[in-house]
């Protein structure tokens, strides 16, 4: 046998021995998949005209609001002064933790909230994740405030809401993009979520990006991601 023919062999030898090691080995599980984010337009990409409008307003930009969400705002202002309303909601393309957009909140009397808000169907006797980002420049007063409000499905939320809002740990002054992360479990007549992005009784500019709302499991066995 030659030279070449006894490397070859031992070339065929070594393939075939590690095809059978690849083949004996147990094929790994996948990872269990990430939770759906039940926020669309999380986002904020998508943006349109609002097809309704109810006073007070704030202010918008040429794009609209972002598509699944609620522009809305609180002012002690009377109904006859609400053209003075100067707090607005934008699209910005420019600062954005993700993706192409985010939501920015300008306020501007430091005794009016600015907020962006969705409704979300929810199972009762159940936990959640809120997960976001947020960004601040020069903001005075409350600041920040993320929101999550449960109650039942239907004309009876309003009589029975159940609170949990949550402050970032920098919520006012300038900083840069900062994650806010919490869970909120549901009661027992729970149905709906309404998820608020506020810039709370301040003035400043706030930035919300990648939102995502997702179900964990029943509150007595909750899986971890």
Known sequence: MTTFTKISTLLIIG??????IMASTPVRADSPARPANLATNG???????????????????????????TPEMETPLAKEDYGKITA????????????????RLEGT????????????????NTRYRVKLWVKGDSIEGTGIMVWAVFGPAGGDFWAHQDFHPKAPDVHTGTFDWEPVEYTVETNATAG?????CQLRLATGKAWFDDFEFTKLGPVTAVQNF
């Open 15 to 20: 393939v075939c021995s590690m095809l059978a």
């Open 43 to 69: 986002g904020f990409e998508n943006w349109a005209t609002p097809s309704t409008v109810s006073a007070p307003w704030p202010k918008l930009g040429s794009e609209g609001a972002p598509v699944d969400w």
């Open 88 to 103: 607005g909601l934008y699209k910005d393309t420019a600062i954005k933790h993700t993706g192409d957009a985010s939501v």
């Open 109 to 124: 009397n430091p005794a009016e909230s600015v907020n962006a808000v969705r409704f979300v169907p929810v199972e009762p």
């Open 192 to 196: 709906t979520i309404r998820l608020v």
